[in-house]
């Protein structure tokens, strides 16, 4: 789509990104993404590029789904907007609960809406402190995540977060939050010769060392992805989430599923934890609740937690002016039965796991992919420059980010942590769709081995 404006220039002019060195972008100019169709963005010149990220994690239905705009179009209509503060509610907000409370895991039946994955974070740290203070242990108010988890931008989201890059120039982390690691990654931080089994207990066992270190006395809960996400998309080996419930039980630590990425079908069940078999007391989820089609966000308690904040004389004292907003409400309804009709979280959607897991196996056999992992429709690969050894190419994160330009220009989107590279197609992507964006990929590939070989 052209356009008269020099979208370019104005964007250089006003516009400050997020998670940009803005220097660099104002010299090279940002990309301009003008339409996008079912698994499909377009640039400005037309080029057809294969959204292999779902946008940021998040349009699991695929771009520009015509029941989606038009129950937007109609409940804008209907009822623009209206809030639930005051003992309102509307039939929208009301229907969506109840709809997400039939897919959460049992008991995890009570849900408070935001509008952002942060705001659903800041909402459960909000509601884990209230609780621990309503069951008199006020002492109860540490967080303890992992290095390098990524759990929103919010001052507390940030602070939650296991990625020292966004917390130093902004003096976070706050007090309260707490980080244990090694993160769940076997092929970057096991030692030599670890069983994987003994490297999840090890894992765990960092979480568990923290409790500890900080009393349990004074843990509210511990957080964390299903499959880690944003910070380097890491697949939790097996046991480890059985020993980290254990633990959270055994000090009474609450057990908190962020699922803003897992959620809604991206690891084969409609969330994370189900996938992995544990049970969480709280969850956040936003993202594919919508497809990203409007902003949406909510936060899960089950009745543990639920029912003292349920019975309190004192007013939750919480939320937004777009809680449960009606619009984007009806469109996470018609997104959630989409997903359904369509078997995305079912039959069709495993057959089309074990199809994109299939192809990305393949890449195994290429000189620069040390490693390949994946469950559902995530998936990623390890750039190296000796499969052997593991030995990275220097300075890290360079090869990453050339791959990252020549997937970019091969037409598909995959995006670069480090010299990982991850993919998270929308969940409606089809088996030739998969075999055009492997093809590109390994095209990208080989155009990346060129250049770090020159
Ligand atoms: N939690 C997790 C696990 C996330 O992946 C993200 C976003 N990538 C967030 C929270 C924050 O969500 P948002 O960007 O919508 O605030």
Known sequence: ????????????????????????????????????????????????????????????IGYGRQELVDVAAET?????????????????????????????????????????????VDTAIKLIWYYWNLEGKPEKKAIISRERAYHGSTVAGASMSGLPFMQGIFDLPLPRFHHAGPPPHYYEYAK???SEHDFAMRCAKAVEDKILELGPENVAAFA????????????????????IERICRKYDVLLWSDEVICGFGRTGEWFGCQTYGFTPDIMTMAKGVTSGYVPLSATALNKRMADPIINADTEMAHGFTYSGHPV?????????????????????????????????????????????????????????????????????GSAGLACRNHCFQ?????????????????????????????????????????????
């Open 224 to 243: 964390g992805e299903p499959v880690m996400g944003a910070g380097g998309l890491m697949l939790p080996p097996e046991g480890y989430w059985q020993e």
């Open 1 to 60: 789509m052209k356009t008269n404006l020099d979208i370019k220039a104005l964007d250089s002019a006003h516009h400050l990104h997020p998670f940009t060195t803005h220097h660099e972008l104002r010299e090279q100019g940002p990309r301009v993404i003008t339409h996008a169709d079912g698994v499909y963005i377009y640039d400005e010149d037309e080029n057809q590029i294969i959204d292999g990220m779902a946008g940021l994690w998040c349009v699991n």
């Open 192 to 194: 030599d010769g670890e």
């Open 328 to 396: 984007a409400c009806a469109v996470a309804i018609r997104n959630i039965e989409l997903l359904d009709e369509l078997g995305l979280v079912g039959e069709r959607g495993a057959e089309i796991s074990r199809y994109f897991q299939d192809k990305l196996k393949t890449l195994d056999d290429h000189p620069l992919v040390g490693e390949t992992r994946g469950v559902g429709l995530l998936g990623a690969l390890e750039i190296v420059k000796n499969k052997e050894t593991k030995e990275r190419f220097d300075p890290a």
């Open 76 to 120: 804008m209509k209907t009822l623009s907007y209206y809030n639930l503060f005051f003992q309102t509610t509307t039939p929208y907000v009301a229907k969506l609960a109840d709809l997400i409370a039939e897919k959460t895991p049992e008991g995890l039946d009570q849900i408070t809406f935001g509008s952002s994955g942060s705001e659903a």
């Open 410 to 454: 091969s037409g598909v989107v995959m995006r670069a942590v480090g010299d990982a590279m991850f993919l998270c197609p929308p969940l409606v992507i089809s088996e030739s769709e998969i075999d055009e964006m492997f093809a590109r990929i390994r095209k990208a590939l080989d155009l990346t081995a060129k250049e770090l070989d020159a």
